[in-house]
């Protein structure tokens, strides 16, 4: 079974242009959470999905991060646009029903110049 | 709200050594906690996990964790570390009272494994 996948692994842009980032999580997964995470700290909840329903996006930053899920399963995260302090790690993860653990995808790294 | 603090940012030891890394939780109600590792340039994979039951878990890699509710601690621990082991380790928590919805990480643990 294909774990979750994320594009770009890495990115660079400068400041002030925009960013996407895809995320397809586990086939069956209705919960998607996007995390951000900063170097050398834990990652941080952005936003949750249950199927294309955004529950909680209070730690989005909404001036310039946006996120859609329109069908359900993969998911966009964008920046618009983007800062120096906007360099991470972004992390997808997802998780079916009943489920206690999130399963993780291998991050997207970003760096803003 | 539950909050997660990982006592040490780094941990050096030597192969073969035991290692114990150090974990606190706080919460007002019930929770799960867990461990997830991260090696280099990869998303986190879970290591083992408390739902409820024996307060002594035992996850992959031989690794296991210790739920101790009077200290609200859950430390993990590793009787003999392998190069492999070097990664940073991540306790998390959430409340029992839901399933995998509001998972909240503490800072990490830099292991790292001398020859």
């Known amino acids: 079974e294909a774990g979750v996948v994320q594009s770009p692994r890495y990115k660079i842009i400068e400041k002030k242009q925009p960013v996407a980032f895809w995320c397809n999580p586990i086939?069956?997964?209705?919960?998607l959470y996007w995390y951000l995470q900063n170097l050398g700290q834990g990652p941080e909840l952005l936003i949750r999905?249950?199927?294309?329903?955004?529950?909680?996006d209070s730690q989005l930053p909404k001036d310039r991060f946006s996120a859609e899920r329109l069908k359900g399963v993969d998911s966009t995260l964008k920046i618009q646009p983007a800062e120096l302090g906007d360099s991470a790690v972004y992390l997808c993860?997802?998780?079916?029903?009943?489920?206690?653990?999130?399963?993780f995808g291998q991050g997207t790294r970003l760096t803003v110049v | 709200a539950q909050s997660v603090t990982q006592l040490d940012s780094q941990v050096p030891v030597f192969e073969e050594a035991p290692v114990e890394l150090r974990c606190n939780y706080s919460?007002?109600?019930?929770?799960?906690l867990f461990w997830y590792v991260q090696y280099p340039n990869q998303g986190l994979q879970l290591l083992l996990k408390?739902?409820?039951?024996?307060?002594l878990v035992k996850g992959i890699n031989g690794f296991e964790a210790e739920f101790n509710k009077s200290q609200t601690s859950f430390h993990l621990r590793k009787p003999s570390v392998h190069i492999s082991d070097t990664a940073e380790y991540f306790c998390?928590?959430?409340?029992?009272?839901?399933?995998?919805?509001?998972?909240?990480f503490g800072s990490g643990t830099r292991l790292s494994i001398r020859p």
């Open positions: 993860a997802s998780s079916a029903t009943g489920d206690t653990e999130a399963f």
């Open positions: 086939s069956g997964h209705n919960t």
């Open positions: 999905y249950e199927n294309e329903e955004a529950v909680d």
């Open positions: 919460s007002s109600v019930s929770v799960y």
């Open positions: 408390y739902l409820s039951g024996s307060t």
């Open positions: 998390a928590v959430s409340g029992s009272y839901s399933s995998a919805s509001k998972i909240i």
